[in-house]
């Protein structure tokens, strides 16, 4: 390992599992633990300068919570 990094041990579906590998390929990763680095830095970013997906989408209805079927507020993502 590399000076900073944790190691960390995730289950994921078999689903996900095969799009991680693909997006490592396609980008050239040696691991999908690259990719997920860079989908939490994109995410991050995206919340950072006010772009989320925690948005109402186009058509007006607000995202809600699947548990509790109430609107999610700004603070859960």
């Known amino acids: 390992m590399s000076k900073g990094t944790k190691r960390l041990t995730t289950t994921v579906t ?3 599992h095969y799009h991680l590998y693909r997006l490592a ?3 050239g990763y040696s691991s ?3 990719v997920i680095d ?3 830095r994109d995410h991050l ?3 950072r300068y006010g772009d ?3 948005k109402p989408n186009k058509g007006g209805r607000t995202w809600r919570d699947s548990h509790t ?4 507020t700004e603070k859960t993502r």
């Open 45 to 47: 970013n995206a919340m």
């Open 14 to 16: 078999a689903q996900t």
């Open 69 to 72: 079927g109430r609107p999610r």
């Open 38 to 40: 860079k989908l939490v």
């Open 52 to 54: 989320t997906t925690n």
């Open 25 to 27: 390929a396609m980008a």
């Open 32 to 34: 999908p633990g690259r």
